[in-house]
């Protein structure tokens, strides 16, 4: 199934009412995705999954603007961690850098969504490419990623 009907798939079974944008413009990092969606960077929603010393994985979404604190992420996951690799991004997500969504994903992973997204009544998720957005609040993103709420931003 390709990437973004994965994630149409899984919008149906948890809020059908949201919908993904698709632009003809690049939005695989956050500054494009503001660029082409008419938004500050701060309310892109960044999905980076990573890696620990213990070959687990979680996820970690935040503000675009913001820059994430690995001391703040070692305590509370319980040890080191790393970004993930291009290759391990696609084998564990389904997804490649750039249009990783922070759900409908490969595997089941631990998710955590920073609190600097709610400063914005919406954010924009990658849908699956780099060519796609979905908007969302933070309540409904918690909701359907099952996600734990976090202050792991710099």
Do not use: W
């Amino acid at each position: 199934m390709q990437e973004i009907e994965r994630v149409k798939a899984y919008l149906q079974e948890r809020n059908p009412q949201l919908s993904i944008i698709v632009l003809e413009d690049n939005t695989s990092t956050a500054p494009l995705a503001a660029q082409a969606l008419g938004t500050e960077v701060g309310q892109i929603a960044k999905s980076i999954l990573f890696k620990t010393k213990k070959d687990k994985y979680l996820m970690v979404v935040s503000a675009g603007d913001v820059r994430l604190d690995s001391k703040a992420i070692k305590e509370t996951v319980g040890e080191k961690v790393r970004m993930a690799n291009a290759d391990e991004v696609l084998q564990v997500t389904g997804f490649n850098i750039g249009g990783v969504c922070p759900f409908a994903l490969r595997q089941e992973l631990p998710i955590y969504l920073d609190e600097s997204l709610k400063r914005y009544d919406i954010v924009y998720a990658a849908a699956g490419t780099g060519h796609t957005a979905l908007p969302i609040s933070y309540e409904e993103l918690m909701r359907i990623t099952s996600g734990h709420a976090c202050r792991f931003s710099a």
